[in-house]
């Protein structure tokens, strides 16, 4: 099947590291004389071919200036195939898993009995206990952090062995690292994964 190439239509190399900040100049720079606020004394059809192209660039730009998704469209890309979307947790990260999961069991459990309270009075008898909570998944949300880090270092690692790979190399496929990157992409997606779920919940208790 036929897979948009996002790195092309940036005219940026394939890496599975880019700077964001680069990639968001390039943003700029594909997106300014095409913005749909540029196109107000276009004719409809020149408006059309703007809106377009804006959004292939900005579909481009979402899924490059994330780390998650741009590993996995290369990965896509180099084995010309669409990655599956479930996949196991990797052993080595259970024990993420049920900490993880037994913080958001209590934080949903305590949501629960939250909002069964019509009292005030019993409402702000609870707030020591949510803060409790949030300060729990704040701690392991920062480790989540230092683990997503080491993620984005191990991608830096891995850019000269596609700079050396030639792009029309017929045996390009053999010489990539591509079983390990789709090895850090299956952690990646896991780390994503439960920071949001625990951004998620940390913005429910303060409220």
Do not use: Y
């Not at 107000?40 to 579909?59: G, P, Q, T, W, Y």
């Not at 996949?87 to 909002?115: A, H, N, Y």
């Not at 690692?157 to 990539?176: A, C, F, T, Y």
């Not at 390990?180 to 992409?185: N, P, R, V």
């Amino acid at each position: 099947m036929d897979i948009v190439d996002h790195f092309a239509k940036f005219g940026v190399p394939r890496r599975p590291w880019l700077d964001v900040d680069q990639i968001k100049q390039r943003f700029h720079e594909l997106s300014i004389d095409i913005h749909p606020d540029r196109s107000l004394s276009d004719d409809v059809d020149i408006k059309k071919l703007h809106h377009k192209e804006f959004a292939s660039v900005n579909s481009a730009f979402q899924c490059l200036s994330d780390t998650k998704s741009r590993v996995r469209h290369l990965l896509e890309l180099e084995r010309g195939c669409v990655s599956e979307n479930v996949q196991p947790v990797p052993s080595e990260m259970t024990g993420w898993f049920t900490e993880i999961g037994l913080v958001c069991r209590k934080v949903d459990l305590f949501l629960e009995k939250k909002e069964k309270q019509d009292s005030p009075i019993l409402q702000a008898n609870l707030m020591a206990e949510g803060m409790f909570l949030n300060d729990e998944i704040s701690k392991i949300h920062q480790k989540l952090q230092v683990e997503l880090m080491k993620i984005n270092e191990a991608l830096k690692l891995l850019n000269p062995q596609w700079d050396q790979v030639g792009e029309d190399s017929v045996d390009r496929i053999d010489k990539l690292p591509l079983a390990e990157l789709g090895a850090i992409a299956q952690r990646l997606s896991f780390w994503a994964k439960w920071s949001a779920q625990l951004g998620e919940r940390s913005s429910r208790l303060m409220f």
